[in-house]
């Protein structure tokens, strides 16, 4: 059975497009660039953490080392006004948690500590 010139061309374009797939995921970045370490906020009292997300589930709140209490939430920065922020989807459940006064913005998220931190790390 013989050929025909359309067959031929969609073998040649799949097989060129097979070969460059390869060729880019060899030679491409090693992915997504994935989070190691979460900086986490005390709602309580305003102390900040750090604790590796690698190869590992973080269930949230997160536990304090130092009170036991599962206060900590994770936070993020805007670089435009240089504010810690946190995610609108963890502000409800802040509500069910003694805040220390004025340090998170129920509203917007935005949590009222230094620009600078220097989170102390747990693990």
């Given at each position: 059975?013989?050929?025909?010139?359309?067959?031929?061309?969609?073998?040649?374009?799949?097989?060129l497009?097979?070969?460059?797939?390869?060729v880019?995921?060899?030679?491409?970045d090693?992915?997504?660039?994935?989070?190691?370490?979460?900086?986490?906020v005390?709602?309580?009292?305003?102390?900040?953490?750090?604790v590796?997300?690698?190869?590992?589930?973080?269930?949230?709140?997160?536990?304090?080392?130092e009170?036991?209490?599962?206060?900590?939430?994770?936070?993020?920065?805007?670089?435009?006004?240089?504010?810690?922020y946190?995610?609108r989807?963890?502000?409800?459940?802040?509500?069910?948690?003694e805040?220390?006064?004025?340090?998170?913005?129920?509203e917007?998220?935005?949590v009222?500590?230094?620009s600078?931190?220097?989170?102390?790390?747990?693990?």
């Amino acid at each position: 059975m013989k050929s025909k010139p359309v067959q031929i061309a969609i073998i040649v374009i799949g097989l060129l497009v097979g070969v460059i797939g390869v060729v880019l995921a060899m030679s491409g970045d090693s992915g997504p660039n994935l989070v190691n370490k979460v900086i986490l906020v005390d709602v309580s009292n305003g102390d900040t953490f750090t604790v590796s997300a690698k190869g590992r589930t973080i269930l949230l709140p997160y536990e304090n080392p130092e009170t036991n209490e599962r206060t900590l939430y994770p936070i993020t920065k805007n670089e435009e006004d240089e504010s810690w922020y946190l995610r609108r989807r963890h502000l409800p459940a802040i509500e069910k948690v003694e805040t220390k006064s004025g340090l998170v913005d129920k509203e917007t998220g935005r949590v009222s500590i230094d620009s600078d931190i220097k989170p102390k790390s747990i693990d």
